[in-house]
């Protein structure tokens, strides 16, 4: 089984600033991959960033890092110089390969506020 | 290229009925899953199907049941219906197999049971 915590139920941040979001995980699966995904007002699950459990390089995708950590089990996802437009809610989740990382497992969720 | 769509957007039923979600995912995609997010329980997984089989099954009672059809298109059932039920279930595709090809979500059909 797998299990994603995501500590901080809110953050707030200000434009043009970066923030981390925390994600820790835990999973007996030797493979597996984990992902950020962001969820808006309007509830569409859009996909940010993934990162393969054997990747030795941190990903990165635009203005969205993930600082994969494996042997602390952590994943957290770095945005860079924020947007008032990335005010949403944001998930971690992983899924194990051998599920075809079709089986996504979610965390609860960080709520991210941007002000100007 | 379009994206996954899923209808209908918006259902009320009432206790003790069934219903049928429909998800269409994107064209090429033969991999669809389905989530249900509440707020108490967030985001739970539900089932994968993948080329008309049952692939993965979360942990959800025999009530929730679905099915994908050759071109990929998969419905999901919900037959006795709990006020618990009332959620926004999500269905996502995918080309299996590779996460540099992740799933990508429809805007979901909310449930409101009375």
């Known amino acids: 089984a797998q299990k994603i915590t995501q500590t901080q139920p809110g953050m707030f941040v200000q434009e043009k600033e970066a923030v981390t979001l925390d994600c820790t995980y835990d999973t007996s699966d030797p493979s597996y991959g984990l992902f950020w995904y962001k969820q808006p007002s309007s509830g569409e699950m859009i996909f940010l960033i993934y990162?393969?459990?054997?990747?030795?390089q941190n990903a990165t995708e635009g203005r969205y890092s993930l600082n994969f950590q494996k042997a602390r089990k952590s994943a957290n996802l770095v945005i860079s110089a924020s947007q008032l437009g990335d005010s949403a809610m944001y998930f971690c989740a992983m899924s194990p390969m051998n599920s075809g990382y079709s089986t996504l497992t979610f965390g609860k969720g960080t709520m991210l506020l941007v002000s100007p | 290229k379009a994206g996954v769509t899923q209808t209908p957007r918006y259902l009320i039923k009432t206790r003790g009925q069934q219903v049928t979600l429909s998800c269409s995912p994107i064209?090429?995609?033969?991999?669809v899953s389905w989530y249900q997010q509440t707020p108490g329980q967030g985001l739970q997984f539900l089932f994968e199907?993948?080329?008309?089989?049952?692939?993965n099954k979360g942990n959800f009672p025999g009530r929730f049941s679905g099915r994908q059809f050759s071109n990929s298109r998969s419905e999901m059932n919900v037959s006795t219906l709990e006020l618990g039920d009332s959620a926004l279930y999500l269905c996502?595709?995918?080309?299996?197999?590779?996460?540099?090809?992740?799933?990508?979500f429809g805007d979901g059909t909310r449930l409101s049971i009375l």
């Open positions: 990162q393969g459990s054997y990747d030795q």
């Open positions: 996502a595709s995918s080309l299996a197999g590779d996460p540099n090809q992740p799933q990508h």
């Open positions: 064209s090429g995609h033969r991999s």
């Open positions: 199907y993948f080329s008309e089989t049952q692939r």
